[in-house]
């Protein structure tokens, strides 16, 4: 991605500040697994968002003083020992080319410098870090850390939450990140078509997810979240991961996966019948399912509300399930079907949303209802990335098959 889209990213944040405040963003670090071992590095997204750089321990403050905007970037220094073992760190020419940002300085200096804006004549009177508000039982990180750091040596210093502000940016999807999810879309849906050529009876779960996952390396890519790959009964489970069960012929195995491209994500549901065949039953169930797509793209547009589109698919459901005699009353829905329709997607697999959970425009959004009958060990989801205009709605993932036809003959 080009360094003018962080840099355009930044002087929008910016305008949303308040004068007289500092904001610190982290790039994230791994924590200890072991003694020798760190968990996998993930990047904080609002950082990725502002400097497109995929590093950790590193920090950006942006300020505004008088309403002249600032920015520096704080970066590990070069350590010849560490990139003996690890591997080479980022050099300041390195990190300007990627975000646009000339003023880098070492990691260590970061509270320095915080400290030194805080106590200066130009009178910081806040500082923003991120915060997802989740609650008292939150686990203490480095903002949060930063910030009681401050409340101690700066009482006077209004402590605010960036994410209200970073929220309204990344809500609307830019030209560019839509072009990441689609290349992220791609992959997915050329990781499935190797997958459905090697689905057979027989074979264990942990083995298709292995086939979509082995697609996505030759492809420098990784999923974007862990990968579900739920046969039979397993379905019924919305966050199966175990995959563990041999797939045994005449069952469905529902593909609930993604992949990423420069960190943006696509978010895809399948549901294949193992031998290439839908039963009669599974057809049904299918199509109903595959119908409730078409009720909630109906009503999601910019502006309606999200619990609107998922009370369509409900009324839907209940009119459907009734028709094939497998409810009486309507309220008997949510026994087979216990989840929303759909969520944000972007940075983020489950993306930041409007507060008011409005559907915003240009921004994407997974579309995926589900059956899931227990007593048949049946579980059915579709799902679709959805980007919403005010032009209407453009699927994002339609080549990657879906109808009953489709699929058997692509199975064939």
């Not at 950790?56 to 942006?62: Q, R, Y």
């Not at 409340?151 to 939450?161: A, D, E, G, K, S």
């Not at 997915?188 to 074979?203: D, H, R, S, V, Y």
């Not at 079907?337 to 915003?360: F, M, N, Q, S, T």
Request: charged fraction near 25%.
């Amino acid at each position: 991605m080009n360094k003018d889209f962080f840099i355009g990213n930044r002087e929008r944040f910016a305008q949303k500040m308040k004068d007289y405040s500092a904001a610190v963003f982290f790039s994230n670090i791994a924590p200890r697994e072991s003694l020798d071992q760190s968990h996998k590095f993930s990047v904080d997204r609002n950082f990725f968002y502002l400097t497109g750089i995929n590093k950790e321990n590193m920090a950006l403050v942006i300020s505004k003083v008088n309403g002249v905007v600032s920015e520096q970037l704080f970066i590990p220094p070069v350590n010849e020992l560490y990139e003996k073992w690890y591997g080479i760190l980022l050099r300041h020419d390195e990190a300007e080319e990627i975000s646009g940002i000339s003023n880098i300085s070492d990691r260590e200096d970061l509270e320095g410098n915080i400290s030194s804006k805080l106590s200066s004549m130009d009178i910081y009177e806040n500082l923003y870090i991120v915060t997802t508000m989740a609650g008292m039982n939150e686990i203490e990180d480095q903002y949060k850390a930063l910030a009681k750091k401050v409340r101690n040596q700066f009482p006077t210093v209004n402590i605010l939450n960036a994410l209200p502000l970073i929220m309204e940016l990344r809500v609307h999807k830019q030209a560019e990140e839509i072009d990441e999810i689609k290349t992220s879309i791609k992959y997915t849906k050329e990781a499935l078509e190797f997958l459905m050529k090697n689905l057979k009876p027989g074979m264990y779960e942990y083995e298709v997810r292995a086939h979509y996952e082995y697609q996505l390396m030759m492809r420098n890519s990784a999923p974007s979240f862990s990968t579900i790959a739920a046969s039979g009964k397993n379905a019924v489970i919305l966050h199966y991961v175990d995959l563990v069960n041999k797939i045994n012929d005449g069952d469905m195995v529902l593909c609930d996966l993604g992949a990423l491209s420069n960190m943006y994500a696509s978010d895809i549901t399948r549901t294949y019948p193992v031998n290439g065949k839908f039963t009669s039953r599974q057809k049904d169930l299918y199509n109903i399912v595959l119908g409730a797509q078409d009720v909630a793209l109906d009503i999601m547009k910019p502006g309606a509300l999200e619990k609107d589109v998922n009370d369509a698919v409900i009324k839907y459901f209940a009119k459907e399930l009734k028709a094939i005699k497998l409810i009486k009353d309507d309220s008997e829905v949510s026994k087979y079907y216990y989840h929303g329709v759909g969520h944000p997607l972007g940075l983020d697999v489950h993306d930041l949303r409007c507060r008011d959970k409005k559907i915003a425009e240009n921004n994407v959004y997974t579309v995926e209802p589900g059956l899931y009958i227990a007593q048949e060990g049946i579980g059915i989801r579709i799902e679709d990335d959805i980007l919403v205009t005010s032009e209407g709605n453009i699927n994002l993932s339609n080549d990657i098959i879906k109808t009953v036809n489709d699929i058997e003959n692509f199975m064939k």
